[in-house]
T-cell receptor
Framework: NAGVTQTPKFRVLKTGQSMTLLCAQD?????MYWYRQDPGMGLRLIHY???????AKGEVPDGYNVSRLKKQNFLLGLESAAPSQTSVYFC????????????????FGSGTRLTVV | AQRVTQPEKLLSVFKGAPVELKCNYS??????LFWYVQYSRQRLQLLLR??SRESIKGFTADLNKGETSFHLKKPFAQEEDSAMYYC???????????FGKGTLLTVNP
């Protein structure tokens, strides 16, 4: 049982390049989230999805796009990378019933460290 | 808007000493509060949730609605407690979490 898998783990981009980060979960979770983690800023929500085919904006969505074509995958895209997007990106997921029960026990991926030069 | 404040970026204590990591929140509804921990080179993981009133690894946290606080406490810190700790506030409808900026706890031998 792999849980939440993020690929790639590391990446260096040049300003203006594009890339896609992949998050895959094998737990049949409905809800998936993308956060970015920056020193002194904590984790901030970029986009989230409440089910296959649905996405919504979080706190810091500008410069990112997402897609959830399959329930198990949540993709985060950077169309034109900027140095301000240098960060560690975390994907997380949760089962609907955990949420209803008040147990926000997110399962997190191991993160993608992205550097934009 | 909901907000989570962790006033200490860094906290350093000696092994065996009590530790308290502070968390204050701002939320108009009934809060769902959590503590997450990130050990070095490991994934973020849930440590505690207020709804269960449990003790995990010797840590406890009590929700104080009057003071809008959810401080994390442990009576005797251990070196293996050294980690980054995040307080998080849940938003009910889509189970989104708003995280604080985190407190890096170092337990010295």
């Amino acid at each position: 049982n792999a849980g939440v898998t993020q690929t790639p783990k590391f990446r260096v981009l040049k300003t203006g390049q594009s890339m896609t980060l992949l998050c895959a979960q094998d737990m049949n979770h409905e809800y998936m989230y993308w956060y970015r983690q920056d020193p002194g800023m904590g984790l901030r929500l970029i986009h989230y999805s409440v089910g296959e085919g649905t996405t919504a904006k979080g706190e810091v969505p500008d410069g990112y796009n997402v897609s959830r074509l399959k329930k198990q995958n949540f993709l985060l895209g950077l169309e034109s990378a900027a140095p301000s997007q240098t960060s560690v990106y975390f994907c997380a997921s949760i089962n609907r019933w955990q949420g209803i029960g008040g147990n926000y026990g997110y399962t997190f991926g191991s993160g993608t460290r992205l550097t934009v030069v | 808007a909901q907000r989570v404040t962790q006033p200490e970026k860094l906290l350093s204590v000696f092994k065996g000493a009590p530790v308290e990591l502070k968390c204050n929140y701002s939320y108009s509804g009934s809060p769902e509060l959590f503590w997450y921990v990130q050990y070095s080179r490991q994934r973020l993981q849930l440590l505690l949730r207020h709804i269960s009133r449990e003790s995990i690894k010797g840590f406890t946290a009590d929700l104080n609605k009057g003071e809008t606080s959810f401080h994390l406490k442990k009576p005797f810190a251990q070196e293996e407690d050294s980690a980054m700790y995040y307080c998080a506030l849940g938003e009910g409808s889509n189970y989104k979490l708003t995280f604080g900026k985190g407190t890096l706890l170092t337990v010295n031998p």
